[in-house]
């Protein structure tokens, strides 16, 4: 992919506010290239499960993007890249419709809930597959899907994911 026009969305764990947040940062090969030697496969996460239900989900909502011919998903130590260490996911194929490329930071991974995994996998597939971008930092979007601030300790039911997931495709 071209570095200079890639675009990340990254998603982040304030530890002591306990709020993740999403920015974008464009044109930051530096930061590519960091998060890309710090990632590796987990072919026991089943990442791909989560990718082939985000396509299914968009189909029941009668959304029918192209499915990208890269798909890209892995772990990245982004606890060891200075500037991410606070960094749960990060997303990288927004506006690149032949890509989807995530990075995921293991030790967030490994504590969040399976609702909490899911909404993070969601709001990157939305950015990656969908192109669509963070909400505004209103009061009003918070709970929303794409809301760039999130408690990480309030996401832990399914039914928050499902509920929040499907407004997002309604609006479509
Ligand atoms: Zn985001």
């Not at 306990?18 to 960091?34: A, E, T």
Request: proline content about 3%; charged content about 20%; some cysteine.
């Amino acid at each position: 992919m071209n570095k200079n026009k890639s675009m990340f969305c990254l998603f982040a764990a304030l530890s002591l506010l306990l709020i993740s947040s999403c920015s974008m940062c464009q044109s930051d090969s530096y930061l590519y290239s960091k998060v890309k030697s710090c990632s590796y496969d987990a072919p026991e996460e089943h990442f791909d499960v989560y990718v082939d239900k985000f396509y299914r989900d968009l189909g029941v909502f009668g959304i029918y993007p192209v499915r990208s011919a890269v798909q890209i998903v892995k772990f990245s130590k982004m606890d060891q890249i200075k500037s991410l260490t606070h960094i749960n996911a990060l997303s990288c194929g927004i506006d690149n419709d032949e890509l989807i490329e995530i990075y995921i930071n293991p030790y967030f991974w490994e504590k969040a809930p399976k609702a909490l995994r899911y909404w993070v996998m969601y709001h990157e597939l939305a950015h990656d597959v969908l192109n669509i971008s963070d909400l505004s930092d209103l009061p009003s979007n918070n709970g929303r899907l794409m809301y760039p601030y999130i408690n990480t300790y309030e996401i832990t039911h399914m039914d928050q994911f499902i509920e929040a997931s499907h407004e997002l495709f309604d609006s479509l």
